[in-house]
């Protein structure tokens, strides 16, 4: 993850990797047929990790703290790699492919509960869908982060959320 924040999928190599973790390059390849399968492991292990699930008792604060929470993890030098790695050529490439569709599902899998609570307490109307909100709720976030190159801070996750719970109450996100 070192190697790919500080220089870029593009020039990653396995012996940069293996110089910057102090072996030699046929223990890297032991492990991992090629860097691709080596990078792919690492953003998977990497952005595995449980992300908080919040449970304020109201979906606004729940909500904003996810994307508080979206906006604090991508805007960290591996969440800019992330970024830069699947935005790439390198989605051409089945590993790292798989593993961006696979975090993204695992993100929202386990935010799904939030949502879920939400309907259940009279909050969201009941035919909405736990994945549509929160891609709703992480697209404009992700706009800037990706495409304008605008900041984004806490006003930003605030108004996803309003954005958000909007389009829920609008009954914009049916299953």
Same mark, same amino acid.
């Given at each position: &993850?070192?190697?790919?924040?500080?220089?870029?999928?593009?020039?990653? %190599?396995?012996?940069?990797?293996?110089?910057?973790?102090?072996?030699?390059? +046929? %223990?890297?390849?032991?492990?991992?047929?090629?860097?691709?399968?080596?990078?792919?492991?690492?953003?998977?292990?990497?952005?595995?990790?449980?992300?908080?699930?919040?449970?304020?008792?109201?979906?606004?604060?729940?909500?904003?703290?996810?994307?508080?929470?979206? *906006?604090? +993890? &991508?805007?960290?030098?591996?969440?800019?790699?992330?970024?830069?790695?699947?935005?790439?050529?390198?989605?051409?490439?089945?590993?790292?492919?798989?593993?961006?569709?696979?975090?993204?599902?695992?993100?929202?899998?386990?935010?799904?509960?939030?949502?879920?609570?939400? *309907?259940?307490?009279?909050?969201?109307?009941?035919? +909405?869908?736990? +994945?549509?909100?929160?891609?709703?709720?992480?697209?404009?976030?992700?706009?800037?982060?990706?495409?304008?190159?605008?900041?984004?801070?806490?006003?930003?996750?605030?108004?996803?959320?309003?954005?958000?719970?909007?389009?829920?109450?609008?009954?914009?996100?049916?299953?």
């Amino acid at each position: &993850m070192a190697e790919l924040t500080e220089n870029g999928y593009a020039a990653l %190599t396995v012996e940069r990797v293996a110089q910057r973790a102090g072996v030699h390059k +046929t %223990t890297i390849y032991r492990n991992w047929k090629d860097s691709d399968r080596l990078v792919a492991d690492a953003l998977a292990r990497h952005f595995a990790g449980d992300i908080p699930i919040p449970d304020t008792g109201a979906v606004e604060s729940d909500l904003q703290a996810l994307a508080r929470s979206l *906006i604090a +993890t &991508m805007t960290t030098q591996a969440g800019r790699a992330l970024l830069a790695t699947v935005l790439s050529d390198a989605v051409r490439i089945p590993q790292l492919a798989e593993v961006k569709h696979t975090l993204f599902n695992d993100r929202f899998r386990r935010a799904e509960p939030v949502v879920t609570r939400a *309907i259940e307490r009279g909050e969201l109307p009941p035919d +909405t869908d736990p +994945t549509e909100l929160l891609k709703t709720l992480a697209a404009p976030i992700y706009f800037r982060l990706v495409f304008t190159g605008e900041p984004v801070d806490e006003g930003t996750a605030d108004r996803a959320v309003r954005v958000a719970l909007a389009a829920a109450h609008a009954r914009a996100l049916p299953a």
